[in-house]
């Protein structure tokens, strides 16, 4: 590697370290967060559909994260705590 792109490589890495600097001072963009999230669903929505079709592993998964619910939730009822989440019917 010659000297010049010694030099270019160095002031690519300065430049990349003052904008993560910048981006650090800055904080967070909440807005633009939210306007990919939603840019992402209307993607998805012309791709595929919204909202998502069913499938068996995504079914799966929900029964799975209610039944460890209700073990978490009967475990605090029976010792007497209350538990923190209510609890939600079934929406299908």
């Excluded at 909202?51 to 068996?56: G, S």
Aim: aromatic content about 6%.
């Amino acid at each position: 590697m010659n000297p010049e792109d010694v030099r270019r490589v160095a002031g690519w890495q300065a430049a990349e370290r003052r904008e993560r600097e910048e981006r650090r001072k800055a904080g967070p963009d909440l807005a633009a967060a939210v306007q990919g999230a939603l840019a992402l669903m209307d993607l998805f929505g012309e791709l595929h559909g919204w909202p998502p079709p069913e499938n068996e592993a995504r079914r799966r998964d929900d029964e799975l994260a209610r039944e460890r619910w209700l073990r978490v939730r009967n475990f605090y009822r029976s010792h007497g705590k209350a538990a923190q989440q209510e609890d939600r019917q079934d929406p299908r």
